[in-house]
């Protein structure tokens, strides 16, 4: 039975929406005399984090990234004292955030590309490209204490080279599913949805067989969650923008427990594929 990582930066987004020029993108702090304290600005991130235990949430993930758009120091820092369950900050592998990480010390560190443009994170890290690089990065965080997971794109090269880097766990970037999903309109009997949940099993069975852990995570919902959840041996599913959505209407913790009943409903799509 996999865990459910709740990602919170959408709560961080929906703040910076108002609140962006108040504070300084950094720290947090007000920005200049006059401004109003950012500790006030809401919705505030670390307020979740309480609802979001409630909800059953076995993991908070953040994703604090260079330009900090959204998820701040500030955050990050507070999360790490309040949070009764792990901690798992997303990062960029730069000098920067392994600094970051090695101060504050989340459970678990998932590095991941990041690019200036992008709405959200598109597409996994090249590990294979950047083995000897970041298997470097990825001693320094292991020797400070702080497992390490790659989010990839489900291919073989990509698990064998994050097994080789040293990464302790990996988690399948689930966008290319999803959009299989939805053109395939729900169908698990259509072709394109079959062969990406095909290629998520393979490459988690890859990831099993080198050791690692097995996670999974982006742009999944309440509607294609169910098969992924199934995926044999898999330990956390890394989920933010449906949950929070959902929770502007049904609150966080309602949200969050509706999330955790849809992770188990696609066993019977697991059971005929061809793998």
Not at 13 to 30: K, V, W
Not at 158 to 164: F, G, M, N, P, W
Not at 187 to 199: E, K
Not at 219 to 227: E, F, Q, S, T
């Amino acid at each position: 039975m996999p865990q459910l990582g709740v990602n919170l930066d959408h709560v961080a987004t929906l703040r910076q929406a108002r609140y962006r020029r108040e504070a300084n993108p950094t720290t947090g702090s007000a920005a200049a005399p006059g401004a109003s304290p950012f500790s006030l600005a809401e919705p505030d991130p670390v307020r979740a984090v309480q609802d979001a235990e409630l909800g059953g949430a076995d993991v908070i993930t953040l994703h604090l990234r260079e330009d900090r758009r959204h998820v701040n120091d500030r955050d990050v820092e507070l999360v790490r004292e309040v949070a009764r369950v792990p901690l798992n900050l997303e990062m960029a592998a730069t000098d920067e955030m392994v600094a970051i990480a090695l101060r504050i010390r989340p459970a678990m560190c998932t590095l991941v590309p990041e690019g200036r443009m992008e709405v959200t994170t598109e597409g996994g890290l090249d590990v294979h490209a950047q083995r000897d690089r970041l298997r470097q990065i990825v001693a320094r965080l292991v020797g400070g204490g702080i497992a390490v997971s790659a989010f990839i794109d489900p291919e073989e090269k990509q698990v064998r080279a994050s097994a080789q880097a040293g990464f302790q766990a990996c988690e399948l970037h689930t966008g290319p599913y999803a959009l299989a999903f939805a053109q395939a309109n729900a169908d698990d009997r259509a072709p394109v949805f079959r062969a990406a949940l095909s290629r998520l099993v393979r490459s988690g069975a890859a990831c099993l067989e080198e050791g690692m852990r097995l996670n999974a995570g982006h742009a999944l919902n309440y509607a294609n969650v169910g098969p992924v959840g199934m995926i044999p041996d898999l330990w956390q599913l890394h989920i933010g923008h449906s949950i929070v959505s959902r929770a502007v209407f049904v609150g966080l913790r309602e949200a969050i427990a509706q999330m955790k009943l849809a992770m188990f409903s696609g066993g019977a799509t697991l059971d005929d594929l061809e793998l």
